[in-house]
């Protein structure tokens, strides 16, 4: 059964930091590109930042971008984002997300997604 769980969330004060992480299971990472989503209450679901298979472009929405770093670690079948200088506006259930047969941008502004995760809560709040 493939899998994707996400971990990591919780309450922060606003300028703080989170480090989410997105494991596998079922199958192996380093053959898709892998996203973050999220979707804070009464708004669409937005992608926050995807990362590529093999060649390690990227892309950041604007609202993320100077502050939210994701990185993947193929030899633990773990994808990361890195989040700093947190802001209310932030918080939000953040999903993790696989794709094949695409590529950074359509993935992350088009949900060009193939597998989603559960999510996990972030909240920045003081």
């Known amino acids: 059964q493939l899998q994707l769980v996400e971990s990591g969330g919780g309450l922060v004060q606003p300028g703080g930091s989170l480090r989410l992480s997105c494991t596998a299971s079922?199958?192996?990472?380093?053959?898709?590109?892998i996203g973050w989503f999220r979707q804070a209450p009464g708004k669409e679901r937005e992608g926050v930042s995807c990362i590529s298979s093999s060649d390690g472009r990227t892309y950041y929405a604007t609202s993320v971008k100077g502050r939210f770093t994701i990185s993947r670690d193929n030899a633990k079948n773990t994808v990361y984002l890195q989040m700093n200088s947190l802001k209310p506006e932030d918080t939000a259930v953040y999903y993790c997300?696989?794709?094949?047969?695409?590529?950074?941008?359509?993935?992350?502004?088009?949900?060009?997604?193939?597998?989603w995760g559960q999510g996990t809560q972030v909240t920045v709040s003081s």
């Open positions: 079922g199958f192996f990472l380093d053959n898709y590109l």
């Open positions: 997300a696989a794709a094949s047969f695409t590529t950074v941008q359509p993935m992350c502004a088009r949900y060009e997604v193939d597998y």
